[in-house]
DNA sequence: ATCACTGCAAAGGGTTTGCAAGTTC
DNA sequence: GAACTTGCAAACCCTTTGCAGTGAT
């Protein structure tokens, strides 16, 4: 419950966080840009300053997790513990991947000496919808 | 030779360009301010504007990788081949590590049935210096 | 000589911030 | 009622762009 959740990290229950938690479990990644489409489609309107403060915070008290891309807008995710992504080159949509990171965690960490807090995985490639219809011009997902 | 590599991508070769290519190869890993100090400290003036060219060039073409970092400068490091970092989340160093790729791809690809060009592979830690001296404030090196 | 590149300055765009008004607990 | 949060607008800052001058081949 997200009501919990916002307490639990002494965080005041408001519409709008409500709100932006509800659309981001709904829609699992989402950039800011889809996040403030989603408020103005569910009929409430957010001011784009507000919507940095609520991710910036969301994010901060670990209830969000941001996965930095390069020239491709922050995506936001509910965060549910460390998992590879997919990203597609063509589409940009980012895919969870369901593998079990121990394996991976445990090798990349014996190149390491270090004590390691987590580990970020992004697979690049091309989806399957954008292999499939090759022609499908570049447009966001 | 970074002649070579230049003319080998139909790059002219610019004075800038090789004190770009030289200092990014001393370095290893920086972003672009810290390369813009490079060149003032070695007496070459040069605007930002122009390195800011200059790295998309050489990264377009693919003589550099970029390491895209939340609220961190993005780094560029001279492209040779994928390969896991190590971030420290205290003083940013970014460190290459030396590890198969391989086994790792190989069981990340197992979780995903698209076709994957290259993997991106951070870990997030502290390094060795910071946790020998955890009393250092926090700072960029 | 030609085409590419640099330098400069200005524009652009995403993100942050200050402050007053409005909410939550 | 006190503290926090939102909304608005302006400020910020990093990055990109246009164009004239310069340089590489």
Redesign the pocket.
Known sequence: MH?QL??SK????????LM?LKIIEEKGHID??QLFENFNNSG??????????????LSSVGILHTVTLS?Q??RYEIAKGDHPHFLCEQCGQLEDLHVAMNEIVTIAKHACSYSTHSVSIMLHGICQNCSTFPTTDKEEG
């Open positions: 009501v916002l307490k002494g965080l005041k229950c408001t519409p709008q966080r932006a800011i840009d409430m309107k957010i001011p784009l300053a507000t919507l940095y403060r609520i991710l910036g915070e020239s807008k922050t």
